[in-house]
């Protein structure tokens, strides 16, 4: 069985891949509470720091005395945010939902292999909330659902892309002495394979996907905002070289 802790804080990394170059400031004489917002939804200073806290589980614990780590940790988590917010926004614009059959289905199968209380010991561990970690798991079935339906579905299969994937995974088959390179099971039907190949042209597109939705549905940072939460390297450079003076 996985790691616990690498398992639970998978998730919480999901749609970390793109960097949003498209995303603007904050215009003129608009509402500057928000760090980061689309046209339907925002994420205040709370907001990110409950997230924040959520991601330092998986740093370690002394990386604010380290300026650069730190700061990549804040960006990083901006990156992923405005991904999300991007993801959650189109969603919600195409009528993308979930019903409590389907959550109550996927938290079960999440939780299935987890010793009884062992989940509910991480959470408390690391002082994260049941229904802090219920609000992400749902919002990241939203966004699984929504890239689903709008990415991976349209997607076109032809039989000659069918033959010529075979033919490359039927030979990186017997070169590893039966045993798939990209750790799937022998391929034994047609819609088995037509679904790893359609999971692989959706990673193919899905950057430039990404940047398509940027732009119908634009997201904003605000810097001035965000400058806050990052640690001053200059300053924190000064105090470390009167330390050793």
């Avoid at 709370?46 to 806290?53: M, T």
């Avoid at 991480?122 to 970690?133: C, E, G, Q």
């Amino acid at each position: 069985m996985k790691d616990l802790k690498t398992r639970f804080i998978s998730w919480i990394l999901i749609c970390c891949t793109i960097i949003f170059m498209g995303c603007k400031g904050p215009e003129k004489g608009t509402d500057s509470s928000f760090l980061i917002k689309s046209k339907s939804m925002s994420i205040n200073t709370s907001d990110f720091l409950e997230e924040l806290d959520l991601k330092r589980v998986a740093y370690p614990y002394d990386i604010d005395e380290n300026s650069v780590r730190y700061n990549e940790m804040v960006m990083d988590l901006v990156q992923t945010l405005s991904n999300e917010i991007l993801l959650l926004t189109a969603a919600a614009d195409k009528g993308v939902t979930i019903t409590n059959q389907e959550i109550i289905a996927a938290e079960d199968e999440f939780k299935k292999d987890y010793r009884e209380g062992s989940f509910e010991q991480i959470l408390l561990k690391n002082a994260i909330s049941y229904s802090l970690w219920k609000k992400r798991f749902m919002e990241n079935m939203i966004m699984d659902k929504f890239i689903d339906q709008e990415l991976k579905q349209k997607i076109e299969i032809t039989p000659q892309g069918i033959v010529t994937f075979y033919k490359k995974h039927q030979s990186s088959y017997n070169q590893k002495n039966h045993e798939y390179s990209f750790g799937l099971n022998p391929i034994d039907n047609e819609k088995k394979l037509v679904s790893h190949l359609r999971l692989q042209k959706a990673q193919d597109h899905y950057d430039d996907w990404m940047q398509k939705l940027l732009k119908e549905y634009p997201v904003q940072i605000n810097k001035e905002k965000l400058k806050t939460f990052l640690i001053d390297i200059e300053k924190s450079e000064g105090s470390k070289h009167e330390k050793e003076n």
